[in-house]
């Protein structure tokens, strides 16, 4: 985060019990099922109107395109919920640019994965709607409640790359490592004892 977003905004970590020695906890112990609620209650303590949402499995590998990010937000007008940061995949997501300056693409209603919890700028009030039912994570993005609201995508280049490449998992995937991160980590110095979790 220090490394290749630099001028980033507070950074607030929402978890069950452990705190983050390094940023802002709010910790609210709920049953995995019941990730939406915590999300929803740490939204409501937070008064910023956009919420740029990314999950703890992500490693930023490059610096951060805040130019692009400050057009997404921009964006986020009128019943705009979401600008998700992930490349666009969908061959039908309306090939018209959402504005002339951003470089996103409206998302087709029914879209696969159109509403989504990866890397993307979302309004506040929005995201605690879509979260109005007490789900899991994944079971968000199967049940997709899309509340009506509009979603738009990068039509362009990333804007954070967290290492996601075409629907392949990165970082962490079902709680064990996935293999990419290991000369990732050598090349930060990170050093981690990769037997706590194993690999998939």
């Not at 049953?31 to 930023?60: C, G, K, N, Y």
């Not at 998700?84 to 879209?111: A, C, Q």
């Not at 039509?155 to 490449?165: A, K, L, N, T």
């Amino acid at each position: 985060m220090e490394k290749y977003y630099p001028n980033h905004p507070e950074v607030i970590y929402s978890t069950e019990t452990v705190t983050n020695p390094y940023y802002r906890t709010i910790c609210k112990n709920y049953p995995l099922d019941q990730w939406s609620r915590r999300i929803r209650e740490t939204l409501a303590m937070i008064s910023d109107d956009h919420i740029l949402v990314m999950v703890d499995d992500a490693f930023i590998r490059a610096p951060v395109d805040e130019k692009r990010i400050g057009y997404a937000e921009k964006s986020l007008a009128g019943d705009v919920a979401c600008v998700n940061f992930e490349r666009e995949y969908d061959p039908l997501n309306d090939d018209t640019p959402w504005t002339w300056i951003t470089g996103f693409k409206k998302r087709r209603p029914g879209s696969p994965w159109c509403v989504s919890i990866m890397c993307g700028l979302w309004d506040r009030e929005k995201l605690i709607n879509v979260l109005r039912d007490d789900m899991d994570p994944w079971a968000i993005e199967i049940w997709q409640p899309t509340r009506g609201y509009t979603y738009l995508i990068n039509g362009g280049d990333y804007i954070i790359d967290y290492g996601y490449r075409n629907m392949q998992y990165m970082g962490i995937h079902n709680g064990k490592w996935c293999r990419e991160v290991v000369p990732f980590f050598e090349k930060e110095g990170i050093v981690v004892d990769y037997s706590e979790r194993g690999f998939n």
